[in-house]
């Protein structure tokens, strides 16, 4: 347990929470929407501090980041919990833990003194543990992944701190449901984020994933502002964010931002609460590419798909940049950032040759 960032201390105890887009006000004893930050004697603590659920090393691809150090290796680190409710979550059994009733593998009761309270299930990793990890596997980078990094920010921010100061780069795998006040107080330490852009409609935000659109699309922005590079994913569900129409919006969207972001158009397959939707076919990905690159973006990847949809191609002369097999880079065609056929820079950040780890 650590005493939480960004927060104020308000009359008769209450707290206001400003770390997400939620902006909590938290009665003494309760937690914020996020189940994992809780008002003890009117202040606020973070309950997963240190806690792990989660940790792999990953190909920087698997994020997807694309345009950051391909071929590299990511240190990867999660704990419990989340600021969504989405019922299509495909990482639901550590981020939605803490929310389906009865059925918590991650959060325990234990009895004392105070009366019954929560124990926060995972791994004790301290920050200087996990830098000393990717460091000794020869990691590029650590990602903060797997559930939204947003609800355990005093974990991943001090972590992050020491991994700059190690030569180690970091990286967001993120909802992008954070504030304005999260991002420049990570900012300096904050390298890259893969952001879901999930829908175009806010109706589909408050009725799937309990948010709101337009904080997602503000922290896009700010990002872009900041110097961070983004990426974004969208999932493509089946009767959900399908559409032409909204597809188009979303790509409209990017391109409004920076026609150089990377667009992730993903495959859906069915899973916790989703499990009757069909999966995403092949032609409707297509169709998304299609649409992405008539709005104007310049790179469009296709995920969970095989054989397709991964290699970077030069957005000037058009040849193959990157040859990608899986999460694995067969083929490099970058040298100090630019395109070794026709020396155009490559938006991103590369290194000179293909890195091994």
């Known amino acids: 347990m650590r005493e939480a960032l960004l927060y104020e201390k308000l009359e008769n105890k209450l707290v206001y929470c400003y770390l ?7 009665a003494e004893q309760k937690f914020g929407f996020c189940g994992v930050r809780q008002n003890i004697d009117g202040i606020l603590y973070t309950q997963v501090y240190g806690k792990v659920i989660a940790s792999h090393i990953d190909p920087i691809e698997k994020k997807p980041l694309y345009h950051f150090f391909p071929g590299s290796s990511a240190f990867s680190i999660a704990t419990i919990g989340c600021n969504f409710r989405c019922g299509f ?14 059925q918590s593998p991650s959060l325990r009761l234990r009895s004392g003194q105070a009366g019954t309270v929560p124990v926060f299930e995972g791994e004790d990793f301290s920050p200087q543990e996990i830098v000393q990890a990717a460091l000794k596997n020869n990691c590029k980078s650590i990602s903060y992944t797997y559930t939204e990094p947003t609800i355990f920010f005093e974990y991943a921010d001090e972590t992050a701190k020491l991994a700059k100061e190690k030569g180690l780069y970091n990286n967001f795998v993120t909802n992008g449901y954070m504030t304005k006040e999260c991002l420049e107080m990570i900012k300096p330490y904050l ?12 109706s589909s ?11 997602v699309l503000n922290s896009i922005r700010l990002m872009r502002k900041l110097n961070i590079w983004v990426e974004v994913t969208t999932l493509v569900v089946p009767g959900e964010n399908d559409s032409e129409e909204e597809l188009r919006d979303i790509a409209q969207f990017i ?14 397959h069915p899973d916790y609460q989703f499990i009757d939707h069909e999966a995403t076919p092949e032609s409707t990905l297509k169709k998304a590419q299609e649409i992405g690159y008539k709005s104007g973006l310049s790179y469009i990847y296709v995920g969970n798909v095989w054989g397709w949809g991964n290699d970077t191609y030069c957005h000037n002369c ?3 940049l990157i040859k990608r097999e899986v999460f694995s880079v067969l ?8 395109c070794t056929f026709c ?9 000179d040759t293909l890195p091994i780890g």
């Open 191 to 202: 390298d890259a984020a893969n952001v879901d852009l999930k829908f175009f409609r806010d």
């Open 255 to 268: 391109v409004s931002v920076d026609k150089n972001i990377p667009w992730h158009v993903s495959r859906f």
């Open 331 to 338: 083929e490099y065609n970058i040298k100090q950032s630019k």
């Open 343 to 351: 020396n155009t820079t490559i938006p991103g950040i590369f290194r």
């Open 318 to 320: 058009k040849k193959l």
């Open 89 to 102: 979550c495909q990482n639901w059994e550590i981020s939605q833990s803490l929310f389906r009733k009865g």
């Open 205 to 215: 935000y408050r009725k799937i994933c309990q948010s709101s659109l337009e904080p």
């Open 20 to 26: 997400c887009a939620h902006n909590c006000k938290i």
